[in-house]
């Protein structure tokens, strides 16, 4: 048997190490709460086969932050600042690479031919939404965000991300009435 | 800007929503989606703590450890949250649940409490303790399978030899009972004292190790 002390990393202490670790839930159930939010929101954003890598790559870094968090802060808004982030890189990478955004039929296979396919024609069209528009409305309608955390994700104020919700559903409108 | 009207809206809205609810399988595929991060967090050891249930004849224990070894051994009735919250502000928050870890621990408490084994062999990480805690239950880790000391003399032991009631406080604060015996130290006079698993458990060990001949 060996038996450490832990003498290399000493137990936190003193008060500013109190208040950021104090209030923080253990990073699993962290992930817990939020992972279905994220997991809507990159579906929705990326697509399904992206959406995996954005997913673990969201969480591995939320990880690496997580013990410099302060304690109250907002966990949702603060992951899916995150979550935007990784989703941004990915549309960036695929514009790069000339990759369309994915067609209908690689959203969902099982809906392809059922009366479902207007809303996932929706959806596609969504994924088709200039960056700001798109994570505004997937992190409305997918992930339940209201809009002062929608705003805090996308890194804008309050009133600009009302405006690109707005913009986006404008847009939107026209596939619904087709 | 053309102007969305509201009934044009609302259509919009409902379509996003049932296009959301078609995804029926969605809370399935996030939660195996966790999953994957929890485990590839586990085996590239970027959680600081990582924790599983364990089986015992008491119950499922909660076993949580550092990349040294095993930090916390938990009695069924702590409640989990309690357990990790504390861990969190102790240690870090960066927990996460990685029963394939745990393999060895399983494995040497299966065989402790089947009789066979008599020490265990297991990594320990002993940041929980304080450093008197330390002199204490490291005096309490040399007593042998089936012995027992009295606290005055674990006190003696750890260097205090009127510290009896700090050893027993010390020992009751124990993170990781069972491995680290400290229900081998009874009251002098062979009254069995306390235990913070409970008397009964403590009675059970020290039947399973032979030490209680008159079946106490």
Request: hydrophobic share 40%; net charge positive.
């Given at each position: 048997?060996?038996?450490?002390?832990?003498?290399?990393?000493?137990?936190?202490?003193?008060?500013?190490?109190?208040?950021?670790?104090?209030?923080?839930?253990?990073?699993?159930?962290?992930?817990?709460?939020?992972?279905?939010?994220?997991?809507?929101?990159?579906?929705?954003?990326?697509?399904?086969?992206?959406?995996?890598?954005?997913?673990?790559?969201?969480?591995?870094?939320?990880?690496?932050?997580?013990?410099?968090?302060?304690?109250?802060?907002?966990?949702?808004?603060?992951?899916?600042?995150?979550?935007?982030?990784?989703?941004?890189?990915?549309?960036?990478?695929?514009?790069?690479?000339?990759?369309?955004?994915?067609?209908?039929?690689?959203?969902?296979?099982?809906?392809?031919?059922?009366?479902?396919?207007?809303?996932?024609?929706?959806?596609?069209?969504?994924?088709?939404?200039?960056?700001?528009?798109?994570?505004?409305?997937?992190?409305?309608?997918?992930?339940?965000?209201?809009?002062?955390?929608?705003?805090?994700?996308?890194?804008?104020?309050?009133?600009?991300?009302?405006?690109?919700?707005?913009?986006?559903?404008?847009?939107?409108?026209?596939?619904?009435?087709? | 800007?053309?102007?969305?009207?509201?009934?044009?809206?609302?259509?919009?809205?409902?379509?996003?929503?049932?296009?959301?609810?078609?995804?029926?399988?969605?809370?399935?595929?996030?939660?195996?989606?966790?999953?994957?991060?929890?485990?590839?967090?586990a085996s590239e050891g970027l959680a600081d703590i990582t924790y599983a249930p364990v089986d015992s004849p008491f119950g499922t224990l909660l076993a949580a450890a550092t990349s040294k070894g095993l930090v916390r051994l938990a009695f069924p009735e702590e409640h989990v949250d309690a357990v990790l919250g504390g861990l969190a502000r102790r240690i870090s928050p960066r927990i996460i649940e990685a029963p394939a870890s745990f393999d060895a621990v399983r494995r040497e408490l299966d065989e402790y409490f089947d009789g066979s084994r008599r020490a265990f062999e297991l990594e320990q990480d002993w940041t929980l303790m304080s450093a008197f805690g330390r002199k204490v239950l490291g005096a309490t880790y040399d007593i042998p399978y089936g012995?027992?000391?009295?606290?005055?003399?674990?006190?003696?032991?750890?260097?205090?030899?009127?510290?009896?009631?700090?050893?027993?406080?010390?020992?009751?604060?124990?993170?990781?009972?069972?491995?680290?015996?400290?229900?081998?130290?009874?009251?002098?006079?062979?009254?069995?004292?306390?235990?913070?698993?409970?008397?009964?458990?403590?009675?059970?060990?020290?039947?399973?190790?032979?030490?209680?001949?008159?079946?106490?």
């Amino acid at each position: 048997m060996s038996v450490s002390y832990g003498v290399s990393r000493p137990i936190r202490s003193g008060p500013r190490a109190r208040t950021m670790a104090g209030g923080l839930p253990p990073f699993q159930r962290f992930l817990d709460t939020h992972s279905e939010c994220v997991w809507r929101f990159l579906v929705s954003s990326v697509g399904p086969t992206d959406a995996d890598d954005c997913f673990q790559e969201t969480f591995i870094a939320a990880l690496h932050g997580y013990p410099r968090l302060r304690a109250g802060s907002n966990l949702r808004a603060w992951v899916m600042t995150i979550a935007h982030n990784k989703a941004m890189d990915t549309h960036r990478a695929r514009a790069r690479r000339a990759l369309p955004v994915e067609d209908v039929a690689a959203v969902d296979d099982r809906s392809t031919a059922s009366p479902r396919a207007v809303e996932e024609t929706l959806w596609s069209a969504v994924r088709e939404l200039p960056d700001r528009q798109r994570s505004a409305v997937a992190l409305r309608y997918m992930a339940d965000l209201p809009h002062r955390e929608i705003a805090e994700a996308i890194g804008c104020s309050e009133e600009a991300a009302r405006r690109s919700l707005h913009e986006g559903l404008t847009k939107l409108r026209k596939v619904v009435s087709k | 800007m053309t102007t969305v009207t509201d009934t044009e809206l609302g259509k919009l809205e409902q379509a996003l929503r049932r296009g959301r609810r078609a995804r029926s399988g969605e809370r399935e595929t996030a939660a195996a989606a966790a999953e994957r991060v929890s485990s590839r967090i586990a085996s590239e050891g970027l959680a600081d703590i990582t924790y599983a249930p364990v089986d015992s004849p008491f119950g499922t224990l909660l076993a949580a450890a550092t990349s040294k070894g095993l930090v916390r051994l938990a009695f069924p009735e702590e409640h989990v949250d309690a357990v990790l919250g504390g861990l969190a502000r102790r240690i870090s928050p960066r927990i996460i649940e990685a029963p394939a870890s745990f393999d060895a621990v399983r494995r040497e408490l299966d065989e402790y409490f089947d009789g066979s084994r008599r020490a265990f062999e297991l990594e320990q990480d002993w940041t929980l303790m304080s450093a008197f805690g330390r002199k204490v239950l490291g005096a309490t880790y040399d007593i042998p399978y089936g012995g027992v000391l009295s606290y005055a003399e674990v006190a003696a032991e750890a260097g205090s030899p009127r510290g009896s009631r700090a050893a027993g406080n010390a020992l009751g604060s124990n993170p990781i009972p069972i491995v680290v015996p400290c229900h081998r130290v009874l009251r002098s006079g062979g009254n069995l004292g306390g235990y913070g698993g409970g008397l009964d458990r403590k009675r059970y060990l020290l039947n399973l190790e032979g030490a209680l001949p008159d079946g106490r």
